[in-house]
Nanobody, 115 residues
Framework: EVQLQASGGGLVQAGGSLRLSCTAS????????ISWFRQAPGKERVGVSC????????YYADSVKGRFTISRDNAKRTVYLQMNSLQPEDTAVYYC????????WGQGTLVTVSS
C-alpha cells in the first residue's frame, strides 16, 4: 500500500522558517519524483515544488523561488521542503504527492504564517 506521511507544519511569524517532511512507503521511492502542493483557504491546490528521482532536477513555483528548497534522502525515503522567509500568503495546507500509476497524496500538514 502506497502511503505518504507529511509532517512539520505549524504556526510561525512572518519571516520565519519551517521544514516539512514527507515520508513514503509502498513503492520504489528512489525511482520516482516527489512533489509538494499547497491549498490555501478557498483556493485550488497548486504545485509548489518538485524533485526528480535522481535529485538532479528541481522545480519551484515562482511564488516560492529563492525562499523554499526541496531535497530528498532516499535512504530515509523522505523528501523535505525547507521554507524560509515565510509570508502570510504562504498559509495553506501542504500536501506531498507521488505519481505511481495514479496520484497519491499525503494527508496534508497545515502551515499558518502570522503577520
Amino acid at each position: 500500500e502506497v502511503q505518504l506521511q507529511a509532517s512539520g507544519g505549524g504556526l510561525v511569524q512572518a519571516g520565519g522558517s519551517l521544514r516539512l517532511s514527507c515520508t513514503a512507503s509502498g513503492f520504489p521511492f528512489d525511482d520516482y519524483a516527489i512533489s509538494w502542493f499547497r491549498q490555501a483557504p478557498g483556493k485550488e491546490r497548486v504545485g509548489v515544488s518538485c524533485i526528480s528521482s535522481s535529485d538532479v532536477k528541481t522545480y519551484y513555483a515562482d511564488s516560492v523561488k529563492g525562499r523554499f528548497t526541496i531535497s530528498r534522502d532516499n535512504a530515509k525515503r523522505t523528501v523535505y521542503l525547507q521554507m524560509n522567509s515565510l509570508q502570510p500568503e504562504d498559509t495553506a495546507v501542504y500536501y506531498c504527492n507521488a505519481v505511481y500509476g495514479r496520484n497519491y497524496w499525503g494527508q496534508g500538514t497545515l502551515v499558518t504564517v502570522s503577520s
